[in-house]
């Protein structure tokens, strides 16, 4: 066989490797903030909208009993500057300082309770620290899990097409529960997941739909093959995929959620991640420094194939400059 010489190994080496891939939307992520709060960022030539998480609380305060008028408000904002608005729909809280659940999950029997403490920090291989710092709504109960699924209903029926995308929080979760323990299990957690993100695709036929799937319980390096199984049904069902922390090359998301992001670049529309504030603070091993706008957009637009990144409105680059 003829070796290769010239430009044919020039051209040999280049086809090894992706094209770059087009630079991620920036949105802002507003947690539960007002978008009129945040019109002077918002207005921004390079940000294509905002993030903002609303709890089954706010949009259910009764059984029932819908409350969408925050989220008009924020559409109504959005809207105004030409902006896109993107949904979070928050099932769990990381404080106790919070009531995130309508209160008829703990009051009324069928519910079980409804909610568990869970602590910290989900999805770490180390296990459960003693001290809850927060809940999550019980989704391995069918009976909430119905619940849920009808305030999902809900909200497509009024905002399909209207708001850009939603997702239903981070896949990450630690009630350190033993099976059976208030009809936990982890294989119960994850079909619950899945039938969720699935309703929510079903749901909203014009607005994207995203999995926020960074670690399954029980499931540390795909053990029992939940995050390949959740990758491939979103691949076949149209449902994106994304995750709350873009952390480069950090070696638990790297065994969990990043090599599949990796592997299915291209495949998924839309795949988006966050930098949260936490995240500003991660440290870059090779410079000593934390990680910059450059070393986030580089690795989730070639490593992980992000299309839309949520960066905390608190991110140096976003931040005026000093007046001198």
């Known amino acids: 066989m003829r070796r290769l010489t010239g430009t044919w190994c020039i051209l040999a080496l280049l086809a090894a490797f992706p094209a770059r891939a087009a630079e991620p939307a920036n949105f802002l992520f507003l947690d539960a903030d007002d978008m009129s709060d945040h019109r002077d960022m918002l207005a921004r030539p390079d940000i294509a909208g905002g993030q903002i998480i609303y709890s089954w609380r706010q949009l259910e305060p009764r059984k029932d009993q819908y409350d969408f008028s925050k989220l008009e408000q924020d559409l109504a904002v959005a809207r105004s500057l030409h902006k896109k608005l993107w949904v979070s729909i928050s099932d769990r809280t990381f404080s106790l300082k919070w009531k995130g659940m309508p209160d008829y999950l703990s009051d009324d029997p069928q519910y079980q309770g409804g909610i568990v403490f869970q602590y910290s920090y989900p999805g770490t291989e180390s296990g459960s620290n003693k001290t809850p710092n927060g809940v999550v709504a019980m989704q391995w109960n069918p009976a909430v899990r119905a619940r849920y699924q009808n305030l999902l209903r809900a909200l497509a029926a009024r905002f399909d097409g209207k708001i850009y995308g939603i997702d239903l929080g981070e896949t990450a979760m630690d ?60 691949a076949a069902h149209g449902i994106g995929m994304g995750g709350p922390d873009i952390y480069p090359f950090n070696p638990g998301l790297m065994k969990n959620s990043y090599r599949f992001l990796n592997d299915y670049r291209g495949k998924l529309k839309p795949v988006a991640m966050s930098v949260q504030e936490p995240d500003l603070d991660f440290i870059d091993p090779k410079t000593g420094k934390p990680f910059t706008k450059d070393d986030f957009t580089t690795f989730a637009r070639d490593y992980l194939g992000a299309d839309i990144i949520f960066w905390a409105y608190t991110s140096p680059w976003l931040q005026p400059p000093p007046h001198r």
């Not at 929510?200 to 799937?213: G, I, L, N």
Request: with cysteine; proline share 2%; net charge negative.
């Open 175 to 234: 009630a350190n529960l033993s099976e059976g323990e208030k009809g936990f299990t982890c294989d119960g957690y994850f079909d619950a997941e899945m039938e969720n993100i699935a309703a929510a695709r079903a749901a909203f036929r014009k607005t994207a739909v995203v999995m926020f799937a960074n670690f399954w319980p029980c499931n540390w390096n795909d053990k029992r093959n939940y995050m390949s199984r959740a990758f491939a049904e979103a």
